[in-house]
């Protein structure tokens, strides 16, 4: 089950379901939410008549991630010393050891609850690797929740992406994600190449998986091999079949971590623009192929300022350099 932040409309939803004598599990598969996620939710937000106040809860949520964020600023900005970090933690070296070894031997650190900090705000899929500190990290075996927190371990991090590529220096680096309209079960799946912004666009009549990685291998396989390596993707479901793409596809994949959209700056920009053609509350049911295809042909003859006024088809297809 995706990892997502409870909202506030979601908290007023779970207070009036207890009211009228909704179950957790119920309101749990409502939300689409883990039960034993909601649980801890509703237990550590009551009133003092022990009953579940959503205002309560949104308020108590946001000075924890407040106070979250400014602890864990350090690891989100200095990314060599959270590839540091998490190259120690996927060792089994638990915080503690990290911070007080790395400060002991004279190297930049951060203590050890600004790595749980940013374990729990930002990449929670790392709890893996944590033992369990005061019955945070309990590991439940068989729950969905491990599940997923397995599942995402598994991934590529984008900070095991060879450094080089943050350069912008040879073609063949590309982000993806996906835009979706009013209905939110159509889409259409963008990827963009880092140095020359062009960009590839597919219909999905279907934001599956299944049809993510088809589309995706018809579009890759007009790529020539030497202008598709690498491809950097956002956390949704959709690409959750990774490893089936990267065999089809001969692309290595990684992922962003959650809630950083400017790991993949290329392709947020790229969206923005397709967004001028497909507006976010307009129904995608009705758009084509030919449709995608026509707006992503002109973002990718369109100058950009960054390219010295050349085009990403200019750059990606006929070499030229900016």
């Known amino acids: 089950m995706a990892y997502s932040h409870i909202t506030k409309e979601q908290r007023f939803k779970i207070q009036s379901w207890l009211e009228i004598g909704m179950s957790q599990k119920d309101i749990a598969e409502r939300l689409s939410k883990d039960e034993s996620a909601l649980s801890r939710e509703i237990s550590r937000n009551k009133n003092s008549k022990g009953k579940y106040t959503a205002g309560l809860a949104d308020k108590a949520s946001r000075r924890r991630r407040k106070t979250g964020k400014r602890s864990s600023r350090k690891l989100i900005k200095d990314k060599k010393l959270r590839r540091a970090v998490l190259s120690l933690l996927r060792k089994k070296k638990p915080p503690e050891q990290i911070a007080g070894r790395r400060k002991r031997q004279g190297k930049d650190y951060v203590v050890h609850e600004t790595v749980y900090s940013y374990i729990y705000d930002y990449a929670p899929e790392w709890k893996i690797y944590l033992r369990q500190k005061k019955g945070r990290c309990r590991r439940r075996h068989g729950t969905k929740e491990r599940e997923y927190t397995r599942e995402q371990a598994k991934k590529r991090r984008i900070d095991e992406r060879p450094a080089n590529i943050e350069l912008r220096t040879k073609i063949g680096h590309w982000e993806g994600d996906t835009i979706k309209g009013k209905e939110k079960t159509t889409g259409i799946a963008t990827h963009v190449e880092r140095v020359s912004g062009y ?10 998986a299944e049809n993510l990685k088809q589309k995706t291998a018809q579009s890759f396989a007009r790529i020539p091999e030497d202008k598709k390596k690498t491809e950097t993707f956002d956390n949704g479901v959709e690409f959750s079949e990774y490893e089936l793409m990267e065999r089809e596809t001969g692309i290595k994949i990684f992922f962003a971590y959650p809630y950083h959209s400017w790991e993949r700056g290329s392709n947020e920009n790229f969206n923005g623009l397709l967004r001028q053609y497909f507006p976010k ?14 707006a992503v042909r002109e973002l990718n003859h369109r100058p950009r300022k960054r390219l010295n006024y050349l085009t990403p088809y200019e750059v990606f297809v006929k070499g030229m350099k900016p």
């Open 199 to 208: 960009g590839i666009g597919d219909k999905l009549d279907h934001a599956t």
């Open 281 to 294: 509350d307009s129904p995608f049911a009705t758009i084509t192929q030919k449709d995608v295809d026509l």
